[in-house]
């Protein structure tokens, strides 16, 4: 029984990727400039690959995350055209613990918001989460720290 549940356990951990933790937020933004120079490249996987080093969700996550988003990419293509660049657009902070920036990619024909949501732990800041739609209105509703 202790032998099966170390193997279980051994499984369940060398899924998850074991985040390092950015020391301040200047870290964090360059880090996420970084980020967002790989997406207007056009080089998601790239963009990925990076989000691993200092991102909580398991690696399996972010690579079925990957793979979502380049089938919706490749889908609306047409519609949104080719990558051209990204804007950082602004940022929320609440408390000493949480931090929110938000960036536009730049398509010839549409902007696409990302979202980068940042907890900071003990060791640091970690990439909590992230998201990016194909809708933009509510950039007008929020106040961000600029």
Do not use: C
Request: glycine content about 6%; cysteine-free; hydrophobic content about 40%.
């Amino acid at each position: 029984m202790t032998k099966t549940a170390i193997i279980v356990l051994s499984i369940l951990f060398s899924t998850f990727s074991f985040a390092g933790s950015l020391k301040s937020e200047s870290d964090v933004r360059s880090y996420s400039d970084q980020i967002m120079q790989k997406v207007a490249s056009g080089d998601l996987a790239a963009a990925f690959k990076l989000m691993k080093t200092y991102v909580v969700i398991s690696e399996t996550e972010l690579d079925s995350s990957l793979l979502k988003s380049q089938a919706l990419r490749e889908q609306y293509g047409q519609r949104y055209g080719e990558p051209i660049g990204f804007e950082y657009i602004g940022k929320i902070k609440r408390g000493d613990s949480l931090l929110y920036l938000q960036y536009i990619e730049k398509t010839s024909r549409h902007a696409i918001p990302w979202s980068f949501y940042f907890y900071k732990a003990p060791g640091g800041w970690l990439l909590n989460s992230f998201n990016w739609k194909d809708q933009y209105q509510h950039l007008f509703t929020t106040d961000y720290d600029l």
